[in-house]
């Protein structure tokens, strides 16, 4: 992203704010847009409403979530009207926490609630660590492409700096199955972190998203012991963001794909003090809206540093100890979780489907989360002679093809904005090759239906086009 250090100080002199208000101001308003294009959704009452399939959000399950919350929701004056325990979290909550770490993350050492923290979803967590672990321009390591709110969590308020760990120019990469090769992994690392001492950026931490998003699959255990062994070398911070740790579906046409297993599982090559694990509510209970997120750490000097600052990330009880009641009723969130799955599974296969009739290639080897990573370069990036796709690893492209290709995103954004439907755009998750898109299947049914109808009016103009 190009600054311009004038505009930032015009800015700031403009409205009277500070130049890092100013920065944010102009470079970090993503949700400004959502806010526009969001603000009439599609539902069977507004049918010219917006489908979204672009953010990552589960509404597979929210009669069933909508059902529990008016059943079991009470009001406690007492521990939820009031201050409480604090801001660390409900402790009704953080014992909840505990004892569905156990249950389902299988840590080697029983999870306990001291070891938890409980803030307002996993952005203000990943922020609040950011700005615990690193100082202003330390950065933290993590893969491409990578989830693109990352891009506020961690340089938003604590100035934290993001490493990308690229995998394209390794020798013998043959493809996203790289992403998750142990070897190709170190290598990745190993170059990154020169990278950033290259340029005065010391690397503070490393960031796994497990499962990968936009990847949507697992790491295997080889990986994650690599990845820490990695660490541990060279004094970084893992952390181990599993938010969709239960959101596992069958893809009986991926090869070589593997359950999740929890950092927290495995006897890893690395300080107990340096692994952190990140947890929320948002994606396997289908409740972006509850805002709550967890981070599990055995480190008392990072969490004092954090619950420092806890009060501005502070979810009411009210709320926490919704989720907490899901959590104690073991039954109900067993056959919740498992529900999830299978319609996970069933999502995966009408859209799959559809892409294959259209022709829209998709990264496959996916088992995990609720999106799939789709490759529009060749159908509507346009053709080389001979039917090749054109070059479009960012790192590859002169300025001028790099702006040209960017625009040509764009446009395709566009015309989907045109026809009421929303995908992510591959360049806003650091993509290393343009082209690619993120495209969520988890909508209600009688929405992705309509969705596709849409997004099969887009594909077939685009195609007329002949970008």
């Not at 990352?150 to 100035?159: H, K, M, N, Q, V």
């Not at 990847?215 to 963001?241: K, M």
């Not at 979810?315 to 109900?332: C, F, N, R, S």
């Not at 995908?423 to 082209?435: I, N, Q």
Request: glycine content about 8%.
């Amino acid at each position: 992203m190009q600054t311009s250090s004038q505009d930032i100080a015009a800015t700031a002199t403009e409205f009277g704010i500070s130049t890092r208000g100013a920065y944010n101001q102009l470079y970090m308003r993503g949700w400004s847009f959502f806010e526009q294009c969001l603000a009439t959704p599609w539902s069977p009452a507004t049918p010219d409403g917006v489908i979204n399939l672009g953010v990552a959000e589960n509404s597979l399950m929210h009669n069933q979530i909508v059902k529990f919350i008016k059943q079991n929701t009470q009001v406690d004056p007492i521990s939820q009207l009031t201050y409480g325990n604090g801001p660390r979290g409900s402790p009704r909550l953080q014992r909840a926490l505990a004892s569905f770490l156990n249950r389902k993350f299988s840590p080697l050492e029983p999870a306990k609630s001291d070891d938890i923290i409980v803030m307002a979803g996993v952005t203000p967590v990943i922020d609040a660590l950011t700005w615990a672990l690193c100082n202003e321009g330390e950065g933290i390591i993590i893969p491409q492409p990578y989830y693109t709110a990352f891009a506020t969590d961690i340089p938003g308020r604590a100035r934290g700096v993001i490493i990308p760990a690229t995998f394209q120019d390794i020798e013998g990469y043959k493809g996203f199955d790289d992403v998750f090769d142990a070897e190709m992994n170190v290598q990745a690392l190993e170059t990154a972190l020169r990278n950033a001492e290259s340029k005065g950026v010391k690397a503070k931490g490393f960031m796994l998203v497990n499962p990968h998003n936009p990847l949507g699959r697992c790491y295997p255990p080889e990986t994650i012991r690599a990845i820490a062994g990695f660490c541990q070398a060279h004094n970084l911070h893992l952390i181990s963001d599993e938010i969709y740790a239960q959101s596992i579906y069958n893809n009986p046409d991926a090869t070589d794909v593997v359950p999740f297993t929890s950092a927290l599982a495995l006897d890893l090559p690395i300080d107990t003090q340096k692994l952190h694990v990140a947890y929320g509510a948002s994606k396997d209970f289908c409740a972006n809206g509850l805002r709550l997120g967890m981070l599990h750490t055995r480190n008392r000097g990072l969490m004092g540093a954090m619950a420092s600052n806890a009060m501005l990330g502070w979810p009411p009880y009210l709320v926490q100890d919704i989720w907490a009641a899901m959590l104690e009723d073991t039954d109900y969130t067993d056959e919740f979780l498992g529900k999830n799955r299978e319609l996970l599974g069933e999502s995966y296969k009408v859209v799959t489907d559809f892409l294959r009739e259209q022709g829209v290639g998709y990264y496959g080897n996916s088992n995990a989360g609720m999106f799939l990573w789709i490759d529009l370069r060749r159908h509507l990036l346009g053709k080389k002679e001979g039917g090749q796709p054109p070059e479009l690893r960012v790192g590859k492209l002169s300025p001028a093809d790099l702006e040209r290709y960017l625009e040509r995103e764009q446009h395709i954004w566009k015309v989907l904005g045109e026809n009421k439907i929303l995908l992510a755009t591959g360049s806003v998750f650091a993509s290393e090759e343009l082209g690619w898109f993120r495209m969520t299947f988890s909508a209600s049914r009688p929405a992705l239906e309509v969705g596709l109808e849409r997004l099969k009016r887009v594909f077939d103009a685009l195609k007329r086009s002949q970008l």
